[in-house]
């Protein structure tokens, strides 16, 4: 490849940053809310805080109940229990489905995949009605376990899809080797396929993480119980009947942003490779 | 409970003491089982509650679990809760929607347990449906008019006496104002309606727009605002941060807002003006806030206890003085803490005046209708004197008769045949000439991998996904439902009761929802895949770093972004107006112009869209092979040359999967809409999607017309993926 000219990669830096710059600006004003005593709320195209002050963080981390219990340190567990179960349930569904997607020939399967993208096509909020039913009749209702499983099998779809276009890309001969060296199918499937798909199992743990870290409608549906409210069920009180704290608002913003965002940071190599591969090939 | 327990055991021989034990266990139990109580309050009148509640479990010994739920969900979660046998046993709630949970049986009468001389006569009437009474009146909520004691010395009597003080205390040029209030917001205007003299329903209960006190009020208003007495378009930010400043000198509320005025600013609170030429009172709406006792709850007496404990006595008391609420029981304002309390004797007194608000399900029907005509006046579209007509029409369309009933044996016939029809085609296209067994070999394999998925996917997707598409055909109203057939999708499809030009039409929202999905991934695409390019090369300084910025927005929840972007748009205090100022630029009302208020929401989408494209192409850029680049050097390509010969086409079908479930998300994006622009001005910026929302759950709970809105985006989706699979498959075959 021919290396840029100076001034081409002086333009270039000049595009990212101004990017950047757009990017950034609605965050930087979330945080300037944050730290502001009086809300922020003033007309001022300046996103840097004029005075600093932690009261919101401080009232959001450190809520309590009447009786006692402190709710953040509550919600937090759960939404951490929600968000971890999702994304192991998820992936297990999804590699497992996905890899016979791949491999094998079986009747209903081209009618699967498709029925995979179809269910993306109605509106999720439409399906509250029955899904509260069912949930009802399998007693799941305000529990945990009941939103892990409608959240691994929402995140699924998209999943399967992807982690089948991965295993699509990996070469048969591998396995076909493996099986004449007298592994089993299952074998592998673990020791062969899988250490293969390291990035995109990591995309596809991300994904199932974030579904479940910040869906709001159905957690706030379903749940009942203050102690057991995921972390944006939470942050909705405080939009309230009479008016918006928008400081607390902003402060936990931030932090139920904050693990997603690290967690992006740190698998953000594999994003690039985890999400196309399979793309690629078509 | 104690025989139960115990029988068996004895039969089976075991020694007295774990009999005793047992039915020890089993009693506590039941004792140990707290009453719940629902709620939605925050901040002083929360800890009002929890004193209020301690003092109960102290004189009875009944324990009682108090939950706060976030108030947008209160309703709906009541509804779908209780019926179910998961709600409270008490509950909290304005009267306002009493009707409705009467009529889905979600609260019990309080006759027989309820002294109904204790309180104040139109709190009582306002919880009485058809001869019975439900829940006991805690407060009273009504507005009345915050004054700055140093701005005006005495509040005004009259609109005339107050005109003429608006006029010497509003400087609009410097950000001053006379009064401010929510003048956009119709529970604000109803006091108006009524002081001049209108009425909200006719003889027989139903709503009525067009009235001779509609326009006037209107009219009124208007002039408030066009001699900008009154901000426009405020918000309770900006009156908060208005009344605190000085900058208004007058503010309409209602209790909550005591609470939101600084220490330093001396006020007081008056009953709203005379109407000079009716000779009426400004007449606010009451709203009476009772504690309801639930019709499932698991200990009624305990219950109908918990609830009479809150409304009188010291639990009035301490709702009082800690909570600042207005207290419905007479005798509280015999003791001195209440009696001598500025503030709940003025709203006592306002209450006086307040029409209470009807607790009939035709009172919810007017919501809509009148915010739309109300805005519409205040933004200069329609004149005061036609705003009736608007409302009405609007009331008629969202109110539309009840379909007739139809026989469903047809439809089933029709389904069974499909589904027979289905088998049979499906059977037919998997004919082989190669025996089962030799077509699929690891069947067994299969199957065992897939199942886990499947069965999960069955349940919880493919079982409400058909439900949902089954509610279609239904008409749902007040908890019953009624086979319609087809009804719904006639209804829809034929525009019935509004123009098909009109926002209410299916027709207009579709075009609405096409034009909003088309122009984000094209945005989407074309911004992502720029910063591809400018990210591709990988020797790149600080490459990692601008990637790791960029996606910054995809990891931000979506309704977090959403209400964040609200924020930036706001007309008095957003960071947009901010920037526009800086530049010398006007500020924009956004909300209140199609353009600009679609503009809005497509900003916010775009910049929560832009990074998962970007992604996609950076993946797609870097499979590209170096080697054709490095070929077409040596043809002599130049730059654009081999972006439209090589990247262009090796991206495309990269891009593809992507561009389609892009489409489908954006297509179905209902966070973004509902919280950014809400669908204003009146409904304009509506999608398919959250217009099916509020058919479901802001219009009378219409499940069925919203489900086969639901059916109908779902066709509209599968065309267009099925549209473009030919289109891809085509291009395949002739690139080969």
């Known amino acids: 490849m021919r290396k840029p000219s100076a001034a081409a990669t002086a333009t270039i830096h000049v595009g990212l940053v101004l990017a950047c710059v757009v990017t950034l600006y609605p965050v930087l004003w979330v945080i300037k809310m944050a730290l502001s005593p009086t809300d922020g709320m003033a007309l001022s195209a300046n996103p840097f805080p004029d005075h600093v002050t932690f009261e919101h963080f401080k009232a959001v981390l450190f809520s309590h109940n009447g009786a006692g219990t402190w709710l ?154 203050e102690t057991k409210f995921t972390l944006p069920v939470a942050l909705q009180r405080f939009v309230g009947e009479y008016q918006v704290e928008w400081g607390k608002f902003a402060a936990g913003a931030l932090i139920v942003s904050a693990p997603v965002m690290l967690l992006f940071f740190a698998l953000q190599k594999h994003l690039v490779g985890g999400l196309t591969a399979g793309g690629v090939k078509g | 409970m104690n025989s139960a327990g115990s029988t068996p055991l004895r039969s089976a021989r075991h020694d007295r003491w774990w009999v005793l034990l047992v039915t020890f266990l089993f009693t506590t139990s039941a004792l140990a089982a707290p009453l719940k109580l629902w709620h939605a309050y925050r901040g002083a009148e929360e800890e009002s509650l929890q004193k209020a509640v301690a003092a109960f479990t102290k004189s009875t010994g009944i324990e009682v679990e108090l939950l706060a739920v976030p108030y947008d969900a209160f309703g709906s979660k009541l509804e779908s809760a209780i019926p179910h046998g998961n709600g409270p046993d008490v509950f909290i709630f304005n009267h306002e929607r009493l009707r409705s949970f009467e009529q889905e049986k979600l609260v019990a009468p309080s006759d027989g347990f309820i002294e109904r001389p204790s309180y104040i006569p139109s709190a009582i009437d306002a919880l009485s449906v058809n001869g019975n009474t439900y829940g006991y009146p805690l407060s009273l909520k ?220 035709e009172m919810s029907r007017v919501w809509e ?131 098909i030009t009109e926002p209410l039409s299916f027709y207009f929202t579709l075009v609405v929802t096409v034009l909003w999905a088309f122009v984000n991934v094209a945005l989407h695409v074309s911004i992502g895949l720029a910063l591809a390019l400018l990210l591709k090369n990988p020797l790149l300084k600080l490459r990692g770093l601008y990637r790791v910025l960029l996606i910054v927005p995809w990891a931000v929840p979506n309704y977090i972004t959403a209400l964040m972007w609200k924020g930036m748009f706001h007309r008095q205090f957003g960071a947009i107006n901010g920037l526009l100022v800086a530049l010398g630029i006007q500020p924009i009302s956004w909300f209140t112009h199609w353009s600009t208020s679609f503009a809005a929401n497509v900003a916010t989408n775009t910049w929560l869209g832009f990074p998962f494209m970007m992604v996609v192409a950076l993946g797609a850029l870097q499979s590209i092979p170096t080697d054709l680049y490095e070929a077409a050097e040596v043809d002599g390509a130049g730059r654009w040359a081999q972006f439209k010969k090589i990247t262009l086409p090796l991206l495309r079908p990269a891009l593809l999967p992507s561009v389609i479930l892009g489409t489908v998300w954006t297509f179905n994006m209902f966070n973004v809409i509902y919280l950014v622009s809400g669908g204003e001005p009146g409904g304009q910026t509506d999608i398919l999607v959250s217009e099916a929302f509020r058919w479901a759950f802001q219009r009378n709970e219409q499940y069925g017309y919203a489900a086969a809105y639901s059916v109908l985006i779902f066709f509209v989706l599968l065309t267009y993926s099925a549209f473009t699979k030919k289109l891809t498959q085509g291009a395949e075959e002739v690139l080969g």
Request: proline fraction near 7%.
């Open chain 1, 72 to 225: 953040f340190g509550r919600q937090l567990l759960a939404s951490l229990y929600v968000s971890g179960a999702t994304t192991i349930v998820g992936l297990l569904l999804a590699v497992t489905a996905a890899y016979a997607l791949s491999r094998f020939q079986f009747p209903g399967k081209s009618a699967g995949m498709q029925s995979l993208l179809i269910t993306q096509m109605f509106p999720a909020t439409l399906m509250l009605v029955p899904l509260y039913e069912i949930l009802q009749r399998l007693h799941l209702l305000d529990s945990l376990s009941g939103l892990v499983l409608v959240y691994a099998t929402s995140s699924l779809p998209f999943c399967v899809w992807m982690l089948k276009g991965y295993f699509d890309t990996i070469p048969r001969e591998l396995e076909e080797a493996a099986i004449m060296d007298g592994a089993s199918r299952t074998q592998v499937f673990i020791r062969v396929v899988l250490p293969l798909c390291r990035p995109a199992l990591a995309v596809t743990a991300l994904f199932s993480f974030m579904t479940a870290w910040n869906e709001f409608i159905l957690a706030a549906t379903l749940l009942n119980d």
């Open chain 2, 142 to 361: 009504c507005l009345a008019l915050f004054v700055n004691d140093k701005l005006v010395p005495s509040p005004p009597k009259t609109t005339d006496e107050w005109i003429g003080q608006l006029q010497q205390l509003s400087h609009a040029d410097e950000n001053r104002f006379g009064l401010a209030y929510e003048s956009g917001d119709f529970y604000f205007h109803a006091g108006f309606l009524f002081g001049f003299g209108g009425q909200l329903f006719d003889e027989n209960g139903k709503a009525k727009f067009d009235t001779d006190g509609m326009a006037k009020s209107l009219a009124f208003v208007k002039g408030l605002q066009d001699r900008r007495y009154i901000p426009q378009e405020a918000s309770g930010a900006l009156i908060k941060s208005l009344f605190n400043d000085g900058k208004a000198a007058m503010v309409i509320s209602g209790p909550w807002f005591a609470g939101e005025i600084s220490p330093s600013v001396s006020y007081h609170v008056a009953s709203l003006p005379k109407v000079s030429p009716t000779g009426l009172p400004l007449r606010p709406f009451l709203g009476v806030e009772a504690a309801f006792v639930s019709a499932h709850a698991f200990q009624p007496e305990a219950a109908q206890k918990l609830a009479r404990f809150l409304s009188v006595g010291d639990g009035a008391l301490v709702r009082a003085t800690i909570g600042r609420q207005v207290p419905a029981e007479l005798a509280a304002y015999d003791r001195p803490e209440i009696k001598n309390d500025r503030l709940i004797a003025a709203f006592r007194d306002a209450a006086a005046n307040a029409t209470p608000m009807p607790n009939t399900v």
């Open chain 2, 369 to 499: 209708p009148m915010k739309l005509a109300l805005r519409a006046v205040l933004q200069g579209e329609v004149a005061p004197e036609d705003a009736g007509a608007l409302a009405t029409r609007r009331y008629r369309a969202l109110n539309r008769d009840t379909p007739p009933t139809a026989s469903p044996v047809p439809y089933e016939l029709a389904g069974i045949l499909f589904a027979l029809g289905w088998i049979g085609w499906t059977a037919y296209r998997a004919r082989s000439p190669i025996p089962f067994k030799k077509r699929y070999p690891d069947l067994t394999t299969a199957l065992a991998y897939v199942a886990p998925a499947a069965a999960g996917l069955l349940v919880l997707v493919a079982v409400p996904f058909v439900s949902g598409i089954a509610l279609a055909f239904f008409h749902h109203e007040g908890g019953q439902y009624t086979f319609v057939g087809l009804a719904n999708f006639v209804d829809i499809l034929r525009s019935k009761g509004y123009r």
